[in-house]
């Protein structure tokens, strides 16, 4: 995984401190979501006031992790496999990370500079959890054995921890 990590941490880490935070970026991503891919807003039980809680615990995992592929890789598939329960289908994840890269780059060019360095490599970043995910989503079974070693439930759940969107080692904080 040849991802930019330093330039992923950085972003990250301004968007939570820019434009109203980390909270304002989780609403201004879920507000975005159904109002551009309202079929998706089915999915999503938990209102988005909790849900963007759980986005931007999930991407500070990833972006954490990211220069750790085997904490990542287990993490993700367990996602994966986890998104199975909420209906997540293959052609969500495109518009998910879509929508994500589109509003980090609104949030961003708001108080500072958003860059097609910085968008391709939010972009290539996305394509790669993704497909990640949603190998794990096409094959649970493959994955069972490592998913075990990693602390997860066959399902893609944590063992003994009510925060799966929160990897190995990392704090869960946005």
Same mark, same amino acid.
């Given at each position: 995984?040849?991802?930019?990590?330093?330039?992923?941490?950085?972003?990250?880490?301004?968007?939570?401190?820019?434009?109203?935070?980390?909270?304002?970026?989780?609403?201004?991503?879920?507000?975005?979501?159904?109002?551009?891919?309202?079929a998706v807003r089915p999915?999503?039980?938990?209102?988005?006031?909790?849900?963007?809680?759980?986005?931007?615990?999930?991407?500070?995992?990833?972006?954490? &992790?990211? $220069?750790? *592929?085997?904490?990542?890789?287990?993490? +993700?598939?367990?996602? =994966?496999?986890?998104?199975?329960?909420? !209906?997540?289908?293959?052609?969500?994840?495109?518009?998910?990370?879509?929508?994500?890269?589109?509003?980090?780059?609104?949030?961003?060019?708001?108080?500072?500079?958003?860059?097609?360095?910085?968008?391709?490599?939010?972009?290539?970043?996305?394509?790669?959890?993704?497909?990640?995910?949603?190998? &794990?989503? $096409?094959? *649970?079974?493959?994955?069972?054995?490592? +998913?075990?070693?990693? =602390?997860?439930?066959?399902?893609?759940? !944590?063992?003994?921890?009510?925060?799966?969107?929160?990897?190995?080692?990392?704090?869960?904080?946005?």
């Amino acid at each position: 995984m040849s991802l930019n990590a330093k330039l992923l941490r950085e972003t990250f880490e301004r968007a939570k401190i820019e434009n109203g935070g980390a909270t304002a970026l989780g609403m201004r991503f879920y507000a975005r979501l159904f109002e551009k891919y309202p079929a998706v807003r089915p999915l999503f039980s938990t209102p988005p006031e909790e849900q963007h809680k759980k986005l931007l615990a999930s991407v500070a995992s990833i972006v954490g &992790a990211v $220069e750790k *592929p085997d904490i990542l890789v287990p993490f +993700l598939h367990a996602m =994966g496999i986890r998104h199975l329960k909420y !209906k997540t289908e293959s052609a969500h994840y495109a518009a998910v990370s879509e929508n994500l890269v589109s509003v980090l780059a609104e949030h961003l060019s708001k108080e500072g500079e958003w860059t097609e360095e910085m968008k391709s490599t939010w972009e290539d970043a996305l394509k790669t959890v993704s497909k990640i995910m949603i190998e &794990a989503a $096409e094959n *649970p079974n493959k994955f069972q054995e490592e +998913l075990t070693k990693a =602390g997860f439930e066959p399902n893609g759940f !944590k063992k003994d921890d009510p925060r799966p969107w929160v990897a190995e080692g990392q704090s869960g904080e946005a």
